[in-house]
């Protein structure tokens, strides 16, 4: 049964909804599941709740509304503290590194991924594919510094920039698939096939994780609105 105080507006192919959702299972923290449909107009709550940017998730804890995905994991670290282990890093200068590299994959890893979702041309796709593949091997090496060795990049336990990353890997392999490209492989990301391995199977992630050819077919209704509403007006 969900906390009477905590709820998650989004949806359940969002990558960033999933890294709320698995924040709250490593803490133990039970919620309420509202869903948001990404392919209807956006809901009176959503509007009303993140005003400013209109995006999901929207976190609710004691009726206040928080929002953008890597807010709400350090609110939801900062809050429940005797749950399980730190999302964050206890170290000041491994918490800004943590910071800096879930900044990267928001800022640079996935704005690529999502043009070689949605790129209308081969061209387009030919750059955001290089790009992508790039920023694989980018975080193959920040695995190897940050993980220390370790399963996860937060070491012995899923922190920040797993939770940062994992989101997205049902989406690598789904876009992979439609660009005929492994964009994690053995070949030039062994680490990271590896700690995707870990990360899916753990407890608190492979609940939440959605079956890769459901997300495929939203995945296609998804570019399909998004082509639609960039297209030019007569």
Request: proline share 5%.
């Amino acid at each position: 049964m969900a906390e009477s105080n905590v709820k998650v507006l989004g949806t359940w192919a969002s990558p960033f909804v999933m890294r709320v959702k698995i924040a709250l299972h490593l803490k133990s923290v039970r919620y309420e599941d509202v869903e948001e449909d990404l392919l209807a107009p956006k809901s009176e709550l959503l509007l009303k709740s993140n005003p400013v940017y209109k995006k999901i998730p929207v976190f609710f804890h004691a009726h206040n509304p928080i929002c953008e995905s890597l807010i709400i994991l350090q609110y939801i670290d900062e809050v429940w503290t005797t749950s399980a282990s730190s999302i964050l890093p206890s170290d000041p200068y491994e918490r800004s590194q943590s910071r800096f590299w879930a900044a990267y994959v928001d800022d640079k890893f996935f704005p690529a991924l999502r043009r070689l979702l949605i790129g209308a041309t081969e061209e387009d796709k030919k750059a955001a594919l290089a790009e992508v593949v790039e920023g694989t091997v980018v975080l193959e090496g920040a695995f190897g510094e940050l993980s220390k060795g370790k399963a996860f990049f937060g070491g012995d336990n899923i922190g920040f920039v797993d939770i940062a990353l994992g989101s997205l890997l049902g989406w690598i392999e789904v876009i992979g698939k439609q660009c005929e490209t492994k964009l994690v492989s053995e070949a030039k990301t062994p680490r990271l096939v590896q700690w995707a391995d870990c990360f899916s199977a753990h407890e608190a992630v492979k609940d939440v994780l959605p079956d890769v050819d459901k997300l495929a077919d939203f995945g296609l209704k998804l570019r399909a609105k998004i082509l639609k509403a960039l297209a030019p007006t007569n």
